[in-house]
């Protein structure tokens, strides 16, 4: 008997190698294939639609008719971008959106920041359907008409308070759906101890909560900031027409025949509207990364 079950586990212990090789060198090739696929990809999806925008905003107008990936015959980034910049209100439209994205990404941050402090410290049923509420604007599309009409009833149509009130609107449930998870992760002794001291409860956000939530705030400031930037549509029914914004500006040239057909100069636009905000992911990456790598974890 002592043989037998030693041969029959030698026999297993054979199998078992061979569908280990087996199912390692399929997993083995895949491995191979991955890095691969995944670098194809980049290049398709990403790598050569950067590409037309670089190299057919340094193209002249005749070469940049049919946009490809070919290389211009003499670069024309100085002459473009000069173009573009007297023609496309550049300053005005770069002042135009500053003027409505940092009011409303500091106004979103601090009012959702504060919201997600109670909700992630209240546990009663009210205040979890107050957060299921609060976050369902992330599924449900705002109404444009419905703002449309109510900014008119309330006299904020096409004024800058008006967007900066719609834009915190759409994007408070993203600041909440980010923040709350991350503050219920904070120790409730930390904030109890402070309010021993005598702390009130802002005090007790500002001086405990608040720089605990740098890495996520960073993370939330980035998307809400890209959201904000590049936003045509809303901003073509509140304000369009009586403020310059650089999504609006181009929209209109480009509508009105001034670049029709200029790929080169609409291209040449679009990388001075995103310098901006490629600065600003340039400078702010590591707390955005450490923002959602800390998120992930906890």
């Not at 449309?148 to 009130?165: D, E, N, P, S």
């Not at 040239?253 to 679009?270: E, P, Q, R």
Request: hydrophobic content about 55%; charged content about 10%; glycine content about 10%.
């Amino acid at each position: 008997m002592t043989a037998q079950t030693a041969h029959l586990s030698t026999r297993t212990g054979t199998r078992t190698r061979t569908v280990r090789r087996a199912t390692g060198g399929r997993t083995g090739g895949w491995r191979r294939v991955q890095p691969v696929a995944a670098v194809l990809a980049v290049v398709v999806l990403i790598g050569m639609p950067l590409w037309i925008v670089v190299v057919t905003a340094g193209k002249t107008q005749a070469e940049a008719l049919n946009p490809n990936l070919s290389l211009p015959t003499t670069w024309q980034y100085l002459e473009n971008f000069s173009a573009v910049w007297d023609q496309g209100r550049v300053p005005a439209g770069f002042f135009g959106s500053l003027l409505i994205m940092v009011p409303a990404v500091i106004g979103v941050l601090v009012l959702g920041s504060l919201a997600s402090w109670v909700l992630a410290r209240r546990t009663t049923r009210g205040y979890a359907v107050l957060y299921a509420l609060a976050i369902s604007g992330i599924v449900l599309p705002p109404a444009v008409v419905t703002i449309v009409l109510l900014l008119r009833q309330l006299g904020l149509a096409g004024t800058a308070v008006g967007m900066i009130g719609v834009y915190m609107g759409m994007y408070m449930s993203t600041v909440i759906f980010f923040v709350t998870g991350f503050v219920r992760t904070i120790p409730h002794e930390l904030e109890e101890a402070a309010r021993v001291d005598g702390a009130g409860p802002l005090r007790v956000f500002g001086t405990i909560i608040l720089p605990l939530l740098v890495p996520v705030l960073s993370t939330a400031t980035i998307l809400i900031c890209l959201y904000v930037w590049n936003d045509v549509f809303y901003a073509f029914f509140v304000v369009g027409g009586r403020l310059d914004t650089l999504p609006l500006n181009l929209f209109q040239v480009a509508s009105a025949g001034l670049y029709l057909d200029n790929w080169h100069l609409i291209f040449a636009y679009v990388i001075l509207m995103s310098l901006p905000l490629l600065v600003v992911f340039v400078v702010a990456q590591r707390k955005i990364i450490s923002g959602i790598t800390s998120g992930a974890v906890k």
